[in-house]
């Protein structure tokens, strides 16, 4: 069993920043791409962001050069740094990740998200 948990959502003002994070644990072999969702009410979940087990990162158009994220492959966490948040930022944030299990199974896993709200 792999289990992923998320922390660091809340309230912020607009402007602001709050930094999100997901470790993995259980029987973890290797984790291959690591990504946040988000979604928003009456909406689809959407890709936030990604970043490979090497590094490379993608983000979605809305968010480019007001996130960042990352990874530390040693804790198996993923984060993801978000700063000049606007209201439109608000939503459920979800990691994901790729898991290559001990018992040899890949699969995606997903952390219980976390409410990021962006308001005055």
């Known amino acids: 069993q792999v289990q992923l948990v998320e922390s660091g959502g809340g309230l912020v003002l607009p402007g602001g920043s709050l930094r999100l994070s997901c470790a993995a644990s259980g029987s973890i072999f290797s984790i291959n791409a690591m990504g946040w969702y988000r979604q928003a009410p009456g909406k689809q979940r959407e890709l936030v962001a990604t970043v490979t087990r090497g590094g490379s990162t993608r983000y979605t158009d809305s968010v480019q050069g007001r996130f960042t994220i990352s990874r530390d492959n040693a804790k198996n966490t993923v984060y993801l740094q978000m700063n000049s948040l606007k209201p439109e930022d608000t939503a459920v944030y979800y990691c994901?990740?790729?898991?290559?299990?001990?018992?040899?199974?890949?699969?995606?896993?997903w952390g219980q998200g976390t409410q990021v709200t962006v308001s005055s």
């Open positions: 994901n990740m790729g898991v290559l299990t001990i018992e040899w199974r890949q699969a995606d896993y």
